[in-house]
């Protein structure tokens, strides 16, 4: 039986050689996750400023247009590979926000600003409706719930949980961002994820 890394490492092939039937599985598959890439990372206040479905779209757009820069190794690089693509694309919204000269502490919602679409990729994705591979992810209608958790951290305690189980890093990984030691990066996931639990439960 294949293991999802062989699925991925497989569909990624397929999309390189231009089968759009493998470019609109993938983004069944890793949209989900990606959504929770972006909003992890922003703050209660811009999520009510900006789309996220909207940064989530192009993110995938842009990254399965440019599969022929990817080189694939891993899923773990693969989804690293896409939580950096939605990082820029979430800068890039926030410098839109900026340049357009709202202020995002106002009421402003921001429902003129469509997805910019980029790379090869122009077909019409599909429905999402496959979940992430994350635990903590397992669940879809505790998004907004567990976002209120989250929200409650301190930055450090949010950033290790974004690291460590949205984007995938491996202690050793975090250590060398951080620069921390492997075991002083596992003891901050741990405090992270018991303050996590706590908060959770509160809500």
Not at 54 to 59: M, P, W
Request: hydrophobic share 35%; aromatic share 6%.
């Amino acid at each position: 039986m294949r293991t999802c890394s062989q699925k991925t490492q497989e569909l990624v092939a397929l999309a390189k050689a231009g089968d759009p039937s493998a470019l609109n599985h993938l983004y069944r598959v890793y949209a989900e996750r990606v959504r929770w890439m972006v909003r992890f990372r922003m703050s209660k206040e811009l999520r009510s400023k900006l789309e996220s479905m909207d940064i989530v779209q192009d993110t995938l757009v842009h990254a399965l247009g440019g599969l022929e820069s990817f080189t694939y190794k891993n899923e773990g690089d693969f989804v690293r590979w896409l939580s950096k693509i939605a990082e820029n694309e979430l800068r890039g919204n926030l410098r839109k926000l900026h340049a357009d000269k709202r202020d995002i502490r106002k009421d402003v919602r921001l429902n003129e600003h469509r997805p910019t679409t980029g790379g090869g990729y122009t077909g019409i994705p599909a429905p999402v409706d496959v979940t992430t591979p994350s635990v903590i992810m397992s669940k879809r209608d505790e998004l907004a719930r567990l976002e209120k958790a989250i929200d409650e951290l301190k930055p450090e305690y949010r950033q290790v949980i974004i690291l460590t189980k949205i984007d995938g890093l491996s202690y050793n990984e975090m250590g060398q961002r951080l620069g921390k030691s492997d075991e002083a990066v596992r003891k901050l996931v741990s405090r992270a994820m018991a303050e996590l639990t706590v908060a959770f439960k509160r809500i």
